[in-house]
């Protein structure tokens, strides 16, 4: 699977939308983005996955570029309940294991 | 929303004790992956599992670990004997629901810590 590169923390303003950039300059073409979310203690959380074009659920939005060497997470409102560390995988699907890097550690403030 | 139960969520025990620590998947999913976390190295793949098959363990201590699944309900990580450096948070997670993704639901965790 391809290695991911994303920033080791970032900081984001309650109300406002936060932006989580990741790299992804290896990804194969089977392989898709996914991102997950752990809040502090608990296990971590399914929040979006594509392969190339944008997708967008209730939790997120998930923009790939055109080359698909990265893409950005966006939480269009972020809450304090927002405060978590998120991760980014390329993963080949098909239920294929999940290898987890360091993430982005978002903080989310008044 | 349906859950995947691990238990127990906090296990103290003294080094060289056999430690079991059990999840029961979400009914239906056939894949189960265990995580190990700490704060040194992050989220650690330890093993995984499908249709109660093991796929991968690969990044389990062979020596003293072992996960098993004895049937589609119940999937067990057994450390034996224990040392302190086991100390961690061990997740479980289970998917499978929907073809061709890797959406999983992880489990809440078993804080385990080895004295």
């Known amino acids: 699977d391809a290695k991911t590169t994303q920033p080791t923390s970032m900081d984001c303003a309650e109300g406002r939308a936060a932006n989580l950039p990741c790299n992804h300059s290896?990804?194969?073409?089977?392989?898709?983005v996914y991102w997950y979310r752990q809040i502090h203690s608990q296990g971590p959380q399914y929040i979006i996955h594509?392969?190339?074009n944008n997708e967008t659920n209730e939790m997120a939005s998930l923009i790939i570029t055109e080359d698909r060497k990265s893409s950005t997470l966006i939480l269009p409102h972020a809450t304090l309940r927002d405060t978590a560390v998120y991760y980014c995988?390329?993963?080949?699907?098909?239920?294929?294991?999940?290898?987890f890097g360091a993430g982005t550690r978002l903080a989310v403030h008044p | 929303d349906a859950r995947v139960t691990q238990t127990p969520r906090h296990k103290v025990t003294e080094m060289g004790q056999e430690v079991t620590m059990r999840c029961q998947p979400i009914?239906?999913?056939?894949?189960v992956f265990w995580y190990r976390q700490t704060m040194m190295q992050g989220l650690e793949l330890l093993a995984y599992?499908?249709?109660?098959?093991?796929?991968?363990d690969s990044g389990m201590p062979k020596d003293r670990f072992s996960a098993e699944m004895p049937d589609a309900t119940l999937a067990t990580l057994k450390i034996q004997p224990s040392e302190p450096r086991d100390s961690a948070v061990y997740f479980c997670?289970?998917?499978?629901?929907?073809?061709?993704?890797?959406?999983?639901?992880f489990g809440s965790g078993t804080r385990l810590t080895v004295v």
């Open positions: 997670a289970s998917g499978g629901q929907l073809r061709d993704e890797s959406r999983y639901t």
């Open positions: 290896t990804i194969s073409g089977n392989e898709y």
């Open positions: 594509g392969l190339k």
């Open positions: 995988i390329a993963c080949s699907g098909g239920y294929n294991k999940l290898i």
């Open positions: 009914l239906g999913h056939n894949t």
């Open positions: 599992f499908r249709n109660r098959a093991p796929l991968d």
